[in-house]
C-alpha cells in the first residue's frame, strides 16, 4: 500500500495538468479580486467626484463598510472567489486521473506487480483528495493575500473584518469540497473512460441539484394545500445536497448547530461517495 500511494504521488507532481489546475484557479482568484478592487475604485470617484466637496459622508463611508464586509482578507478566504472554478477544473481533472490507467491499458501491469485492488483504490482515492486539499489550500490562501493587498491598504481606510471562528468555517467549506471531489471520482470510476468522466462530472451534478431543487418545488406546491405542511422543513434538504454545502453551506452567521449539521453531512458525504467508489472499483477490477 505505502509503494503504491509513493508511486501515485509521484505521478501526480509530474502531471503538467496538475500545475496547470493549480495555476488557473490562482489566477481566476486573483483576477475576480482585482476586478472587485476596480469596481470599488469607480463607485469611490463616483461618490467624490459627482457630489464634490459636498459628498454624503454616510454614503461613502456605507459603501467602504459593504466592501470591508464582503472583501476583507478574511471573508476573502471564506467566500467562493476560487470555489466555482475549482470544482469545474476538478471535475476535469478527475475525469483524466481515474480513468488513465484503465484507458492506457496500463492497469494490468500495475495488479501484475501484485498490488490489491484495494491498494490501488486506497492510493488514487488519497492522492485526488490530496490534489483537493492543496488547491483548496492554495485558492484560501491566494484569496487572503490578495484581500489584504487589495482591500486593507489606502484609500480603502476600513480595518478588515475578523469572523469568529474563521477556521472552523473553512474546515467546513474544505470538507464540502472533498465531497465534492469524491463525487466526481465516484462517476469518473463509474463511467472509466476520460471523455464521458469529464462530461458527466461537469454536468450531472448539476443536473441532479436541478431535479432536486425543482422536485422539491413540486413537492411544495401539491402539499401546500394541506394545513399542516412546512416548507421549510422540505427546501431543508436542499441545503444538504453536496454542491449546496460546498457553496453556501458554511457562512459567518451560521448557527452552531446548522454548522455542525452541514460538517457531518459534508464529511457522510466523503465517507458514502469514497465508499461507493471502492465497489465500482472492486467490480470492474474482477473483470478485468
Not at 466592501?67 to 476560487?82: H, I, Q, R
Amino acid at each position: 500500500m505505502g509503494n503504491m500511494l509513493k508511486f501515485e504521488c509521484r505521478r501526480l507532481f509530474k502531471k503538467p495538468s496538475f500545475y496547470v489546475c493549480l495555476g488557473l484557479c490562482a489566477v481566476f482568484t486573483i483576477l475576480t479580486i482585482v476586478v472587485s478592487r476596480a469596481n470599488f475604485n469607480d463607485m469611490l470617484k463616483y461618490y467624490s467626484s459627482s457630489i464634490g466637496d459636498e459628498y454624503s459622508y454616510y454614503s461613502l463611508e456605507n459603501m467602504k463598510e459593504t466592501f470591508a464586509k464582503n472583501f476583507s482578507p478574511d471573508m476573502l478566504a471564506l467566500n467562493n472567489t476560487g470555489i466555482s472554478m475549482m470544482s469545474t477544473i476538478m471535475a476535469i481533472f478527475m475525469g483524466i486521473f481515474v480513468c488513465e490507467d484503465r484507458v492506457r491499458g496500463t492497469i494490468k501491469n500495475i495488479y501484475a506487480r501484485g498490488y490489491s485492488r484495494t491498494d490501488v483504490f486506497l492510493a488514487k482515492f488519497i492522492v485526488a483528495s490530496a490534489t483537493a486539499t492543496l488547491i483548496f489550500t492554495a485558492i484560501t490562501l491566494v484569496a487572503y493575500i490578495s484581500g489584504w493587498i487589495m482591500f486593507a491598504t489606502k484609500p480603502f481606510a476600513v480595518e478588515p473584518l475578523k469572523v469568529n471562528g474563521i477556521w472552523l468555517l473553512i474546515l467546513g467549506k474544505f470538507v464540502a469540497i472533498l465531497g465534492v471531489t469524491a463525487l466526481y471520482f465516484m462517476l469518473s470510476e463509474l463511467i472509466g473512460t476520460t471523455g464521458f468522466s469529464i462530461a458527466a462530472n461537469i454536468f450531472l451534478p448539476s443536473v441532479a441539484s436541478m431535479i432536486l431543487y425543482i422536485g422539491l418545488e413540486l413537492i411544495y406546491f401539491v402539499a401546500s394545500k394541506g394545513d399542516n405542511f412546512n416548507y421549510e422543513a422540505v427546501m431543508k434538504i436542499a441545503e444538504y445536497w453536496i454542491y449546496s454545502l460546498a457553496s453556501s453551506g458554511f457562512a459567518e452567521e451560521m448557527k452552531v448547530e446548522d454548522y455542525v449539521g452541514h460538517l457531518c453531512a459534508s464529511g457522510g458525504y466523503v465517507i458514502l461517495f469514497g465508499f461507493l467508489s471502492w465497489l465500482i472499483a472492486r467490480k470492474k477490477q474482477v473483470k478485468n
